[in-house]
């Protein structure tokens, strides 16, 4: 994770105009469905995978992966090695890319994003699937040596792991229910929705934060995904144009996270996550006692928004090319942020659990999957209503 509210001198400009836009604009009218409580009930918090010290997801995650470096190719092969052996079904595709960096000299640096996507099967990854994009980074930090990110970011990569587990069997249900009824590739909007998993590679800079030092990953795979096009009949024009939502998590893990919401264009989206946090809550299905909810912002005025407010991090290249963005980051920072504090002894398994429960849940409400993960669906609400 970058330093906070940035001063990218030409990325400042335009991302202040589009908070502006972003402002002014509303949110669009699409239809909403809340999860059941049955089905929050049966949401898996996999505390014991998400342990720092000895779960199966997260503690391979917690070593140096400085871009390029054995640690990071360890930590690579952990989230394929994962994806192949438990969710053989999503779909894989490395976008790999090479930079100097200002330490390194004349060699040419590493950086492989990995990007695990699942459609529906009768979709054939043309250009008619609307994603949900779950993104973490998954690199550490050049300096200082030994630096693990904890919070920044190995939790939240565990977490999007225990989230597509999560998420998996409800998504085959629906697609086969779909496919049994003979429905599939009707067009219908609900039908055609797909999910992708995001590792970015190369968020931190390696000297000092700035427009070429940092968001490596990031910035390469915006670029391809942009000039990437889908066949002239499709619903979306890019790879870019079909993300619906790139949710970016980052610093995660920390006692007492208090995340803002940060763009009015999708304070929507931050509402719904927010109420799934408080009705969890309310049937006491969430394991930490925080003084105030993570999510605290819900009722947060379209005046209280501001331009430049914005912090620096992998939405930054998505954003600029004009795809929604729900950060998902405390502020302010955990204490132990860009430290060599921040290790596993600095997180909190109850904050990671609950995490991975409410991003759980966050997703199958945006897929649709209640009646296929729970029992059957709550209220219908309008997103311009939340």
Known sequence: MGPGTSNLSPWRALLSLLGLIYALLAAPVQAYAELSDSTLRNIPSGADVLNPHSGALLSPILVPRV????????????????????LPQWRLEWQNSTSRTPVTGTTDIPFANLVFTRDPPWTKGNGDVGRLALVAHYDSLYKPEGFIGATDSAAPCAILMQAARGLDAALTKKWTAIEESGDAGLGLEDDEKGIQILFLDGEEAWETWSDTDSLYGARSLAEKWEAETYPAQSTYQTPLNAINLFVLLDLLGAIDPHVPSYFPATHWAYQGMANIETRMRKLGLLDTKPKNPFLPESH?????????GFIADDHVPFMIRGVPILHVIPMPFPPTWHTIDDDADHLDLASIGDWAKIVTAFAAEWLELDEFMGQTRQEIRSRSEL
Do not use: L, W
Not at 67 to 85: E, K, L, M, N, Y
Not at 300 to 308: C, E, I, L, P
């Open 67 to 86: 871009p390029g470096t054995p640690g990071s190719v360890a930590v690579q092969r952990h989230i394929v090695d994962f994806f192949a052996r438990e």
């Open 300 to 308: 947060k005025a379209v005046g209280r928004f501001r331009s430049n």
